[in-house]
């Protein structure tokens, strides 16, 4: 993913959270499911997308991904949270009710 159409993405008013992963980490297949629930459940008011680190190391570097995996969201093109590793449906949730609140 090129730098500009990274910024396009974070750029919405709609929170962007997104899910920093790799196909061989184990925490990442295990958050795969509550991720997707995530989706499911806020349905057109987030957008959720996945972002292979090793397929965007350049992107991967630039924000100093260096565990995975890595949960981010942005709005309006700036990060109002990050977190690594294992993270429940509950945290996630508030998270981005917190980020919709902020409108």
Do not use: H
């Amino acid at each position: 993913m090129s730098k500009g159409s990274f910024n396009k993405l974070i750029s919405s008013e709609k929170p962007v959270l997104i899910d920093f992963y790799a196909t061989w980490c184990g925490p990442c297949k295990m958050l795969s499911p509550i991720i997707k629930e995530i989706k499911e459940d806020f349905g057109d008011k987030i957008r959720v997308i996945k972002i292979d680190v090793d397929k965007n190391a350049t992107l991967s570097k630039k924000l100093e991904i260096m565990s995975m995996p890595t949960l981010m969201i942005f709005k309006e093109g700036k990060n109002v949270w990050r977190t690594v590793g294992i993270q429940t449906k509950t945290a996630i949730a508030l998270k981005i009710k917190e980020s919709l609140a902020a409108s």
